[in-house]
């Protein structure tokens, strides 16, 4: 049974940094299309970062460019995402979620068969 753990979200204040991982277990296939999702209060969850395991590309929302990064550690089947310079617009519960491949659709919250239990983030001004 694969599992999503989300972890390391915290209250920070504007222009403050976070990294949240996301920790995979019972996960067999040999890739994986992982994407961070976020959905604010009385908003659409909505499509952050995301990275392809097999073409090790990554991809972002325009409203976190150059501000997050996703990576991944193998070794511990972990994705991470570290987000730098956040502002208040940040605040939202942050969900990992993952499929076997990534494809066109990676920023629809439908195509994904995985999906952590989420971990807040709250940005202050």
């Known amino acids: 049974q694969v599992q999503l753990v989300e972890s390391g979200g915290g209250s920070v204040q504007a222009g403050g940094s976070l990294r949240l991982s996301c920790a995979a277990s019972g996960y067999t296939y040999s890739s994986i299309c992982m994407t961070w999702f976020r959905q604010a209060p009385g908003k659409e969850r909505e499509g952050v970062a995301g990275?392809?395991?097999?073409?090790?590309?990554?991809y972002y929302a325009d409203s976190v460019k150059g501000r997050f990064t996703i990576s991944q550690d193998n070794a511990k089947n972990t994705v991470y995402l570290q987000m730098n310079s956040l502002k208040p617009e940040d605040t939202a519960m942050y969900y990992c979620?993952?499929?076997?491949?990534?494809?066109?659709?990676?920023?629809?919250?439908?195509?994904?068969?995985?999906w952590g239990q989420g971990t807040r983030v709250t940005v202050s001004s």
């Open positions: 990275l392809d395991s097999l073409s090790r590309a990554t």
């Open positions: 979620a993952a499929r076997v491949y990534c494809g066109g659709s990676n920023w629809r919250t439908t195509v994904y068969n995985y």
